[in-house]
């Protein structure tokens, strides 16, 4: 008898590539068939709530509203080391520091994303605009907000897409802490026996060790989600978010999620939740 597992993450490269050991099938479990689905992370992060996906990607600040579903693993993690989602604004603009965008109207990719909550925890003040990743950038440069929060492809584009860079939050976070921006994780459902659950995390981790050793191939599968990067920016972007980090945080990583939820707590932007790790 088979155990049917969801796998859901979002469709951009970087966990395309991480994906890649399972979705081509080299990396099985025993007793298990897996089954994809595909969804930006905010959307993600909302069916997470609902506990829908066994394993699912979810943005970091999202683990602090539902954390009663969902145990974290120490493998699949993004994490901007000294980078990270960009605040931008029309190239031109006289905007030079993100301190002038205090309670200006900033897009941002999603409620419930870690790029938002960076975001808050940097510039206390200022009102969000929630729009589709896709359409923050063009939403900048017409100006319908003061300025744009980006994350994925678009913060190695923004430059020839007309924008111009005031903040680099992974480079702010890291020149504050220390540490690297933690911004998306995988996790797993806390209902799954516990025999299952560290299976299933062995798994995970099996997945991006086989990308990162064969990474050509898993590169022509993450090509598919590139949304337009030429191969060397995707190979770029993927080398950003699936590394040594990736394949396991290990405590230094543990520290900046659980700093990062702390210091968000401390604000009242979270609630209050210590995060809970599935072992191997």
């Keep these: 008898m088979t155990t049917t597992v969801r796998v859901a993450h979002s469709p951009d490269s970087d966990d395309a590539f991480m994906f890649y050991g399972l979705a081509s099938g080299a990396v099985k479990a025993e007793g298990v068939d897996f089954e994809e689905a595909l969804s930006d992370i905010e959307t993600l992060n909302q069916a997470a709530t609902e506990g829908r996906y066994e394993i699912t990607a979810i943005s970091v600040h999202a683990y602090a509203h539902i954390a009663d579903k969902y145990r974290l693993l120490d493998s699949g993690a993004s994490f901007g080391d000294d980078y990270g989602p960009t605040v931008v604004v029309p190239k031109g603009s006289s905007v030079r520091s993100v301190e002038e965008l205090s309670g200006k109207r900033i897009a941002i990719p999603g409620k419930w994303t870690s790029a938002a909550l960076a975001l808050a925890l940097r510039l206390p003040v200022f009102t969000p605009v929630i729009m589709d990743f896709k359409a923050v950038g063009d939403a900048a440069k017409r100006g319908e907000v003061d300025a744009g929060l980006v994350i994925h492809e678009g913060q190695l584009t923004a430059e020839e897409e007309g924008l111009q860079v005031v903040e680099d939050l992974g480079k702010w976070w890291k020149g504050r802490t220390g540490l690297p921006l933690p911004l998306g994780l995988n996790a797993i459902r806390r209902d799954l026996p516990i025999q299952l659950r560290e299976q299933l995390a062995r798994t ?18 993450a090509m598919k989600f590139a949304r337009g990067l030429d191969r060397k920016r995707a190979d770029t972007f993927v080398g950003m978010y699936v590394n040594d980090w990736t394949r396991c945080l290990g405590e230094r990583g543990r520290e900046a999620v659980a700093l990062f939820l702390h210091e968000a707590a401390e604000r009242g932007l979270v609630p209050r939740v210590k995060p809970e790790w599935q072992e191997r």
Excluded at 204 to 221: K, V, W
């Design 204 to 221: 995970m981790a099996e997945s991006i060790d086989y990308s990162l050793a064969h990474r050509e191939p898993a590169l022509d599968h």
